[in-house]
Each structure stands twice: as structure tokens, then as C-alpha cells.
């Protein structure tokens, strides 16, 4: 098999130096994403990422209502658990189930789904009266974060282009950060208010779901763009090489694409120039539905074959493995946040429900410099891994990085869960926090990088089998976590809890010794999965 042809390895550094190759190859149709100006791919990739750290705060912050539920309504604390993990299922499967809809209906269709589901969880939050109501709320606010489960990513991938990658999942990861972090602390600033209470949890989602649907109605263009076959047009080869250090798009870059340029910004088109073709109008662009080229019908039939074909993700070890880093971190979440809101109440802290929330200011502050590692500075190192490999990019080189976090993480969890059990000094569990965020920061970022650069045509599908396996794990331990704290002392579960973390992570070392092995086993796999997936649909 011819190295270069294999997936996950690619040469990036062509003979010309200084210079590295556009992967994937983009095309001159003026709606090609790729070709989009500057402040236009800039302005969807922040709509997408505000959505992604919305529904990331909204899927966090029942836990601070708790106690409110708890006082007002006696709703027991087991029953609260039970709704988390409920919460980690709706993720997790309505990712699943709503993955086949950007490939047949246009990537918007969901992200507008998804925002109607938060508004429906949002406001039963808000009028909850029993058990079951708490159940049934937290379903429909998993349900509304599936769009930042998988088609995020895609949708930023059709962005920009791979060498930029560990940098748009480091601002993915931290935009999930952000949400994750910052909701149970304003939650906590809500519960507090004499003025508003705990209800307005749940009135301000749904206030802010509201807002964010208009918005992205007439804000978020659809991206999706059959690249294999343009249907728009101007399909020419392009100059497929640009400086390392420039982050520009290709008509920014290319003088001769100045016409191509202005149609996809809306400018006036030269219409004495027959060649040139005209992009989508505005309406098309922001249509509610963009069915694909080769939809049939109603596409119902399509729907379910390609929901079916998605589950031979779980095949590839790759998403096994990512599944694994990102799960792990979510677990470590349930835990964290279960002694914040169970230990912090009471001495010798006395915490009120705000200064509960402010605990997830150190871990974002740690979470943020994870993402800068396992962002920008890991789209650096494997620029410099492959220019020292002859300029070909293999997937495993970025996860080197993760040795570091191997110890860091576990750590973090190790000072923090001892810290809590023996009432050590804030400023130790507050490191500890920050050494836990490091390691969210990172491991998901990192992990889903290489997912994405080992299997590069099955990105969505390969980030539905994360957030599946990655959003099971999280329920497990939900569910289990309150036992096992009552079970054993703080110290012990957290002791536990850093062996389990250096465990999970370090499996990095046998990814790194077979990783290659495995694209190359697996490359026929892929490749009849891409032949059935698109041959199809």
C-alpha cells in the first residue's frame, strides 16, 4: 500500500518549502465554504461554538436547582441523580439518532431542532412540580446538546481545513468548557437571588433558547457542500499550498479568485464574464431544509439506512478510543460536581449556592489552558513531528501530547478529592481543580483530533460513536457515583478515581504503537463504509 494513500497519513510538507498542502482539496465554486471570506466562516464557526457552550451550560446546571427542588418540592436527591443520567442518554442516542439528517436535509435543520427541544426543556425545568417532571425536563435538554455532540465538528471542518484542526477543536472543547463551567456558576447567582430563585434556571434557558433560535434562523448559513461533486459549478483544481503561519481563506490568498471572491461575498457580478458563476442568494443560503442531490423522496428510507450503517463506527478502534478520553472526562465531572454540591454546604467551607458555582472558575481557568495545549500549540508540534518525518503527517503524532496530561489529571483529582475529605486549605482543592480542567482541556480535544485525522470522510459519524460510548460512560458513573461516595471516604474514591484517570489515559501508549497498524487494517473497513454510506445517500 502506498504510504501517502493511507488514511490518517498525509504529506503536508510538499518538495516546495515553507509551504503546506490544503486537505481536503477545495474547489472555485464561490459556495464552497472553504472559499468563504474571512469574517464569513469566522461569523458561522461563532455562531456554531455559541451554540455548543449554550447547550453545554444548560445541560449543567439543573444540579445547582437541586437544592431548590429539594427544599420546595422534596424531590429526593437519588431522584436528582436519576435525571442526570437520563440527561447523559439523551445526549448521547439522540446524537445518534438525528446523525443521518446533515447528510440528507442540510446541517441547519438540526441545530434549529435541537434549540426547539431547549426551549421545551427549559421551561419544564422552570414549572417543574414532581419526580417525573424532573425526569422528562433533562431529557429534552440532552436532546437539545446532541447538535454539540457530532455536527459541530463537521460543521467546522467544512470551515477550515486540516492543518487548522487541533485549533478549531481546541476552540470546540473550549466552547464546551465555557458552557460547562460557567452554568452551574451563574445558576448558583440565579438560585441565590431573592429576587429570581431557582425557577429561573430554567425561564432564563428558555428566554435565552428563544433568542438563539431567531438568530441562527437568519444568521447560520448551511454549509453543507458535495465536494466530491460540485453542483454548483467551478469545480477547477486550485492551488492546494499556503504558508504555515497564514490562517486566511484561498481568496484571500489567490489574486486571480477576486471575481469568485466577491460573488461569495454578495457583491455585484461582472455579467460580461461568462465564465464566472454566481453563488447562492441569501434565502437559499439560510433555507430550512437543503435537501441532498441524491435525496429520493421524502428520503425516509435513506434516513434509516444510514442511521443502520452508522453503527459500524464502533468497529474502529479509534473511536473506541476517543470515546474512552472524552467519557472519562465527564465522569470525573459527575464526581467533582456531586461533592461541590453535596460537601460545600456544610463546615468547615459553608458555602452558599454562589460560592459553590464560583469552584468552576479554577476549573475553566485550567480547562482554558488545556485547549490552548491542545489546540494551537498541537497544530505546531505536528507541523514540527512531520517536517522531522519528511513532511508526512501521520494521525498518532499528536497524541504524544497526552503523556503530560497523564499525570496532570489525575493529580488534580487526587488534591482535590483528598483536599475535600480532610478540609485542607481552598487554595490546594482549588489546584486541583485546575489540574482537572487541564486535563478536560486537553483529552477531548486531542483524542477527537486524531479521530478526525485518522478517519477524515467519516467525521460525523465518528463523532456520533464518541458522544454514544462517551455520554454512556458518563451515565454509568452517574448513576453509580452516589453509592460509591457513601460507600467509601473521599480520599479513597478519589484516589480510586486518579488511578482509573492515569489508567484510561495512558492507554495513548499502545494507540501510539498500533494506531497505524490499525488505520491500515481498518482501511478496507473504511472504505466500504464510505462506498455503502455515499453510494447510497
Known amino acids: 500500500m502506498d504510504e501517502e494513500h493511507l488514511n490518517g497519513t498525509e504529506r503536508i510538507f510538499p518538495a516546495r518549502s515553507g ?3 490544503l486537505i481536503p482539496t477545495p474547489t472555485d465554486s464561490p459556495d464552497d465554504p472553504l472559499n468563504w471570506s474571512r469574517w464569513r466562516r469566522c461569523w458561522h464557526a461563532f455562531l456554531v461554538l455559541l451554540v455548543v457552550a449554550f447547550t453545554a451550560a444548560t445541560s449543567n446546571d439543573a444540579g445547582t436547582a437541586g437544592n431548590g427542588m429539594n427544599a420546595d418540592l422534596g424531590i429526593s436527591w437519588d431522584a436528582i441523580n436519576i435525571a442526570a443520567g437520563v440527561l447523559f442518554l439523551g445526549i448521547g442516542y439522540c446524537t445518534l439518532l438525528l446523525s443521518p439528517a446533515p447528510f440528507l436535509y442540510g446541517r441547519r435543520i438540526s441545530y434549529l431542532l435541537c434549540l426547539l427541544f431547549s426551549i421545551v426543556g427549559s421551561i419544564w ?17 440532552g436532546a437539545s446538546e446532541s447538535c454539540a455532540e457530532a455536527l459541530a465538528q463537521l460543521s467546522l471542518s467544512d470551515l477550515f481545513f486540516q492543518h487548522r484542526r487541533g485549533l478549531v477543536l481546541g476552540l470546540y472543547v473550549l466552547a464546551t468548557s465555557i458552557g460547562t463551567f460557567t452554568g452551574p456558576l451563574v445558576a448558583g447567582f440565579i438560585t441565590d437571588s431573592p429576587v429570581m430563585g431557582w425557577r429561573w434556571v430554567g425561564w432564563l434557558g428558555a428566554i435565552i433558547s428563544g433568542a438563539l433560535l431567531v438568530l441562527l434562523f437568519f444568521g447560520l448559513e448551511e454549509t453543507a457542500f458535495d465536494r466530491h461533486n460540485p453542483i454548483d459549478g467551478l469545480d477547477t483544481p486550485r492551488r492546494t499550498t499556503t504558508p504555515p503561519e497564514s490562517n486566511l ?55 434509516y439506512y444510514r442511521l443502520w450503517n452508522t453503527l459500524r463506527v464502533f468497529s474502529f478502534p479509534a473511536v ?9 472526562q465527564d465522569a470525573w465531572l459527575t464526581f467533582y460536581l456531586t461533592v461541590e454540591e453535596d460537601n460545600y454546604y456544610d463546615p468547615p467551607w459553608n458555602y452558599t449556592d454562589a460560592a459553590v458555582g464560583i469552584m468552576n472558575v479554577p476549573t475553566l481557568i485550567g480547562a482554558c489552558i488545556g485547549c490552548i495545549y491542545g489546540g494551537w500549540f498541537s497544530d505546531l ?10 513532511g508526512i503527517f501521520e494521525a498518532e503524532q499528536r497524541l504524544w501530547l497526552l503523556f503530560p496530561v497523564a499525570i ?5 483529582l487526587m488534591l482535590f478529592g483528598i483536599g475535600s475529605d480532610l478540609g485542607w486549605d481552598w487554595h490546594m482543592t482549588y489546584l486541583g481543580l485546575g ?9 477531548g480535544d486531542l483524542s477527537m483530533a486524531y479521530l478526525m485525522d485518522a478517519y477524515p470522510e467519516m467525521v460525523l459519524e465518528g463523532m456520533v460513536g464518541v458522544s454514544v460510548i ?14 460509591w461516595l457513601d460507600a467509601q471516604t473521599l480520599s479513597q474514591v478519589y484516589i480510586a478515581l486518579g488511578v482509573l484517570s492515569f489508567a484510561f489515559l495512558m492507554t495513548t501508549a499502545p494507540m501510539i504503537y498500533w494506531g497505524k497498524a490499525s488505520r491500515k487494517a481498518t482501511r478496507k473497513r473504511y472504505l466500504n463504509y464510505l462506498q455503502i454510506r455515499d453510494g447510497y445517500c
Not at 473506541?320 to 472519562?328: E, M, N
Request: hydrophobic content about 35%; aromatic content about 14%.
Open 19 to 21: 509551504e503546506i498542502t
Open 470 to 483: 462517551n455520554n454512556t460512560i458518563g451515565c454509568i458513573f452517574t448513576f453509580s457515583a452516589q453509592y
Open 249 to 303: 481563506s484561498l481568496d484571500e490568498k489567490n489574486k486571480e479568485l477576486t471575481e469568485v471572491q466577491s460573488t461569495s461575498r454578495g457583491d455585484p457580478v461582472d455579467e460580461e464574464n461568462p465564465d464566472q458563476k454566481k453563488g447562492k442568494t441569501y434565502f437559499q443560503r439560510i433555507a430550512l431544509i437543503t435537501p441532498s442531490s441524491s435525496l429520493i423522496g421524502t428520503g425516509f428510507k435513506q434516513y
Open 125 to 141: 425545568l422552570a414549572r417543574v412540580q414532581t419526580t417525573q417532571d424532573n425526569i422528562w425536563n433533562q431529557l429534552f435538554v
Open 320 to 328: 473506541l478510543y476517543s470515546g474512552l478520553q472524552w467519557g472519562a
Open 408 to 412: 496532570i489529571a489525575p493529580a488534580g
Open 381 to 390: 508540534f505536528v507541523a514540527w513531528m512531520a517536517k522531522r518525518n519528511g
Open 435 to 443: 489540574f482537572i480542567g487541564f486535563g478536560w482541556g486537553c483529552a
